[in-house]
C-alpha cells in the first residue's frame, strides 16, 4: 500500500461518498441525541470537498489534507467543522514528504485526534467521535486495525453518557443512541480499510 497523494485523494472522496450516502441515517442518530443537523451539515461539505478536489486537485500530499481541513471549516456547520477541520490539519502538518510509512500514517492520525481532543476539550469516554479515533489510533499502533475493531468502538458510544456537547443536555437520555459524530468517524475508518483492500 502507498500511502501518497493519489490514495490520500481516493479515500477522502469515498468518505465524502459515505457521508453523503448515510446523510439521513447520520441526521437521525443526531435527531435522537443531538441538533438533527449532523448528517446535512458533514453532506454539505463533502459536496464541497469533491468539488474542491476536482476544480484545482491539490499538489502534493499534504495539500490534500489542507484542502479538506480548509473547506470542511468553512462549509461544515456545528461542531463537526471545527472538530473534522482541526483534526485534518493537524494531520496536514505531520506530512513532510509525498509518501507516508505506515507508521508516519499512525503519527498523523494521532496528531488529528490530539487535534480534536484539543479542540472539544473532550477526552474518551464521553460520547463523541473521539471514542471512535481513539480505539483506531491505538489499533493502527500494533499494526491491528480492522472492520470489526471500528465497528466494536462505534457500538460502544451507545451505552454511554454524554458528557460533552448537545447530547450531554439529555443526560441518562442519552444512554442508548449510537453518538453520530462516532459514527461519521467510522465511516471515515471503514474507508481508509477499503482503499488498503484495493
Do not use: C
Not at 490534500?64 to 481541513?69: D, L
Not at 467543522?81 to 509525498?98: E, M, V
Amino acid at each position: 500500500m502507498t500511502y501518497d497523494k493519489k490514495w490520500a485523494l481516493d479515500w477522502l472522496n469515498d468518505f465524502s461518498n459515505q457521508i453523503i450516502e448515510n446523510k439521513q441515517l447520520l441526521s437521525d442518530l443526531d435527531q435522537a441525541i443531538g441538533d438533527g443537523d449532523h448528517g446535512v451539515n458533514m453532506a454539505r461539505g463533502m459536496v464541497e470537498l469533491q468539488k474542491a478536489f476536482s476544480t484545482k486537485e491539490p499538489e502534493t500530499l499534504q495539500a490534500v489534507f489542507k484542502t479538506a481541513a480548509m473547506t470542511i471549516l468553512s462549509k461544515v456547520g456545528g461542531a463537526s467543522g471545527p472538530l473534522y477541520g482541526s483534526a485534518f490539519l493537524n494531520i496536514s502538518k505531520q506530512i513532510t514528504s509525498d509518501e507516508l510509512t505506515p507508521t508516519e500514517l499512525t503519527t498523523a492520525l494521532e496528531a488529528g485526534l490530539e487535534g480534536i481532543e484539543n479542540r472539544g476539550k473532550s477526552t474518551v469516554g464521553e460520547k463523541t467521535m473521539i471514542d471512535v479515533w481513539e480505539p483506531v489510533t491505538r489499533a493502527l499502533r500494533q499494526e491491528d486495525l480492522t472492520h470489526d475493531v471500528i465497528e466494536a468502538a462505534l457500538q460502544k458510544t451507545k451505552d454511554m453518557k454524554a458528557t460533552k456537547g448537545r447530547a450531554s443536555y439529555l443526560g441518562e437520555r442519552s444512554v442508548g443512541h449510537l453518538d453520530p459524530g462516532a459514527y461519521s468517524s467510522a465511516l471515515l475508518f471503514h474507508a481508509l480499510l477499503d482503499q488498503e483492500a484495493k
